[in-house]
């Protein structure tokens, strides 16, 4: 394992997209001005469109300037980012032009890192394209963007076009959630800390929940989202990489494939929704009309470019269990939605009361403990705990609180690094792990896909919830059900 940054060429196909221009070079332009990159890194911006490098330079500085924070821009560190760009104009789909990324490199010897910041469905052919071009050696890698594929089918389809051309080792498939500070924390609070290793599992967890939820509607991406949803959207990527983090076992050490191993023996271990348990442990909804943030939004169906017969889904909740002598009978409630009250991903970990109980009967409720794990809009970390309410007059009366470690008031000099900052230097350093590996999105389809055939055997409609709320209310009754309740203390 390689722990010192290596001077790479990077080669970005998707230069002028959306997350090109909103992420990765905020995120580049971070690791340059903290010292992180390699002095003879440089970066190719690869696109359809025909510009040139000083225009191209140009579009990247305009998006810098909106993105970073004055405070962390200067001239100095700006111009020598930009230098680092060039600019090639090439077509995907077609070997006439992949010669120019050959004429860029000039036979350097640095490993080449490919960006694929474009459709999946794109990712085949740009791979084929860059052996055909001998754009390509043995310690050349790339990195492509989940989700991949629409499902399982189309998942084994594009990785085997990509791992016709690169080894499984050469492969990174980016998830960004795995590159939050508070995820990559899981493991040190998680595995580091006997207070919490010695109480992970069924004997003192009573359930977990996992929200993500979201204030935005489709935000332009109809004809995308409308041919997947929000289980495919964001459960097969981002939901189950959270659970995998939260219910997988201590791996041996830190590699890569010691850490993918226990996710994956999780994603193995997942009990499948379908049967009778389509009616009772997922709610499947759509929003219609409402208020977001004190803003009046119209409803899915009535989205620019809207097909107004759709049945796709933009909320789900779900019950699950992990089938292990870890988790045996501990449920795991997931939801995530669009125009949501707030934006917020959030994993509450929910400890079982003590046995015996010896304070007031009518505060019973209170007497367990919650670690709550927030990814955002703010990182932190807090466990909810009781104490004795202060007062003369309180008697021995409860009162529940937390023990906070908010990150950005633990480290106020610290700057968070945004996911993307960390993902990109953990390919330069070639570690994976962080990373997804392929069994790990083939079993994660494989779950998603049987939920899908069971609603589409049954003709489950999504139920309607108004946009500004939490979802619909039988996502409520689905927990409630089982004397639980989700939390919703923000």
Not at 114 to 129: E, N, R, T, W
Not at 209 to 215: F, G, M
Not at 233 to 257: E, G, K, R, T
Request: with cysteine; net charge negative; charged share 30%.
């Amino acid at each position: 394992m390689t722990e010192e940054t290596q001077a790479v060429d990077l080669a970005l196909f998707g230069a002028l997209g959306d997350l090109a221009l909103r992420k990765l070079y905020v995120a580049l332009y971070h690791l340059d001005r903290e010292g992180l990159l390699a002095d003879e890194t440089r970066i190719l911006g690869l696109a359809r469109q025909d510009y040139e490098p000083d225009a191209f330079r140009a579009r990247v500085r305009d998006a810098l300037e909106h993105r970073v924070d004055a405070s962390e821009r200067t001239e100095e560190s700006m111009v020598r980012f930009l230098e680092r760009l060039d600019y090639a104009q090439v077509d995907f789909t077609t070997l006439e032009g992949y010669s120019r990324i050959t004429d860029w490199r000039d036979g350097r010897e640095v490993p080449m890192v490919i960006y694929l910041s474009v459709p999946a469905s794109l990712y085949g052919d740009i791979c084929k394209h860059l052996s055909g071009a001998n754009c390509l050696d043995d310690r050349s890698r790339v990195v492509v963007e989940k989700p991949i594929g629409y499902d399982l089918d189309t998942s084994i389809e594009i990785n085997d076009a990509i791992g016709a051309v690169f080894d499984e080792s050469s492969i990174y498939r980016i998830d960004h959630y795995l590159g939050k500070e508070t995820v990559q924390n899981l493991l040190a609070l998680r595995f580091a800390n006997p207070l919490f290793g010695d109480q992970w599992n069924q004997s003192k967890i009573s359930h977990v929940e996992i929200t993500v939820a979201e204030t935005v509607g489709i935000e332009g991406r109809w004809g995308y989202f409308d041919q997947a949803g929000q289980l495919r959207d964001m459960v097969q990527n981002h939901l189950m990489q959270l659970l995998c983090m939260i219910a997988m076992d201590p791996p041996s050490n830190l590699d890569s494939d010691s850490i993918r191993d226990e996710k994956v023996k999780v994603l193995k271990a997942l009990r499948p929704i379908e049967g009778d348990m389509l009616d009772t442990d997922v709610v499947r909804g759509q929003y219609v009309s409402g208020a977001v943030n004190g803003k009046q939004v119209p409803g899915y169906l009535e989205e620019e470019d809207a097909n107004t017969e759709s049945r796709t889904e933009t909320f789900v909740a779900f019950k699950t269990e992990v089938s292990n002598w870890r988790w045996a009978g501990v449920p795991f409630y997931l939801r995530t939605g669009k125009r949501m009250p707030q934006k917020l991903s959030q994993i509450v970990i929910h400890f079982r009361p003590q046995s015996h109980y010896i304070f007031d009967p009518d505060q019973r409720s209170l007497a367990s403990n919650k670690l709550v794990i927030k990814l955002q809009p703010e990182e932190g970390i807090s466990l909810q705990v009781l104490t004795k309410d202060s007062g003369l007059d309180k008697g021995m009366r409860l009162r529940q609180g937390p023990l906070n470690l908010d990150f950005h008031t633990a480290f106020p000099q610290a700057r968070i690094p945004d996911a993307y900052e960390r993902l990109l230097l953990e390919v330069m350093k070639g570690q994976q792990y962080l990373f997804v590996r392929r069994d790990e999105v083939e079993y994660a389809w494989r779950w998603v896909d049987t939920l899908i055939e069971g609603w589409e055997k049954r003709g489950v409609a999504p139920k309607r919830y108004p946009a500004g709320s939490w979802g619909p209310v039988s996502s409520i009754a689905m927990i409630t059900k089982d004397g639980y309740s989700w939390y919703e203390d923000y």
